[in-house]
């Protein structure tokens, strides 16, 4: 892969990074523990609270994952191992890796 390519790459997967890690403290306060007034709060309410609760853990968890695909990416193209299927060690087509950079596989080996 061409260098004017990678740092195309490096550059895209530091903005992701830069957006995860600021949407990253939103997530947290969400994801927070629910308190509610059992005197004032119906049940629905409550369970409706837990449930927006559990969605918020699960989408910082994803939100977690993402950013470490994405790390290992940065790494990937620093050690000059970007763009290499972990399976095989032929190349990753240019289309796929413009889709999503932080691919760990050729498509054949993804199936």
Do not use: N, W
């Given at each position: 892969?061409?260098?004017?390519?990678?740092?195309?790459?490096?550059?895209?997967?530091?903005?992701?990074?830069?957006?995860?890690?600021?949407?990253?403290?939103?997530?947290?306060?969400?994801?927070?523990?629910v308190t509610l007034d059992q005197t004032?709060?119906?049940?629905?309410?409550?369970?409706?609270?837990?449930?927006?609760?559990?969605?918020?853990?699960?989408?910082?968890?994803?939100?977690?994952?993402?950013?470490?695909?994405?790390?290992?990416?940065?790494?990937?193209?620093?050690?000059?191992?970007?763009?290499?299927?972990?399976?095989?060690?032929?190349?990753i087509s240019l289309a796929r890796l413009?889709?999503?950079?932080?691919?760990?596989?050729?498509?054949?080996?993804?199936?």
């Amino acid at each position: 892969m061409e260098k004017i390519q990678l740092d195309k790459f490096y550059e895209q997967l530091c903005q992701m990074r830069a957006e995860m890690l600021s949407r990253r403290e939103v997530s947290r306060e969400a994801a927070g523990t629910v308190t509610l007034d059992q005197t004032s709060v119906g049940r629905l309410s409550r369970m409706d609270a837990l449930q927006s609760q559990q969605m918020a853990i699960e989408v910082q968890r994803r939100k977690e994952q993402m950013l470490t695909r994405i790390e290992g990416a940065i790494r990937r193209i620093d050690k000059g191992e970007f763009g290499e299927c972990f399976e095989c060690g032929e190349d990753i087509s240019l289309a796929r890796l413009r889709v999503d950079p932080t691919v760990t596989r050729c498509i054949s080996c993804q199936k």
